[in-house]
């Protein structure tokens, strides 16, 4: 089982910047592949990023790529995603996903609890 707690939210500007962050419970954190997932009112819940245990591989759904950016730190126990040139379209909650192995499947096993990103235009 493991816990992960979201951070780094909140309401910024179109064009502004944000870093999420989401802190895992568990020591075999490096064991678990990451992500993060984000759902807009109204809307199924998307895929926006993922990153491998090792850090070494990391995939983006299209509407994000270049504007953000997944990385991990495995001593810290912490997964980050760098949000940059955001639009109003961004706006959603984000959640941190975990699976146990190299990469995060499309239904992970575990969830945060939500952080709220607002981008006003």
């Known amino acids: 089982q493991v816990q992960l707690v979201e951070s780094g939210g909140g309401l910024v500007q179109a064009g502004g910047s944000l870093r999420l962050s989401c802190a895992a419970s568990r020591r075999t954190f490096k064991t678990y592949a990451m992500g993060w997932f984000r759902q807009a009112p109204g809307k199924e819940r998307e895929f926006v990023a993922r990153?491998?245990?090792?850090?070494?591989?990391?995939a983006y759904a299209d509407s994000v790529k270049g504007r953000f950016t997944i990385s991990r730190d495995n001593v810290k126990n912490t997964n980050y995603l760098q949000m940059n040139s955001l639009k109003p379209e961004d706006t959603a909650v984000y959640y941190c996903a975990a699976d146990r192995g190299v990469v995060l499947t499309d239904r992970p096993d575990y969830w945060g609890q939500g952080t709220q990103v607002t981008v006003s235009s």
């Open positions: 990153i491998s245990w090792s850090g070494g591989s990391t």
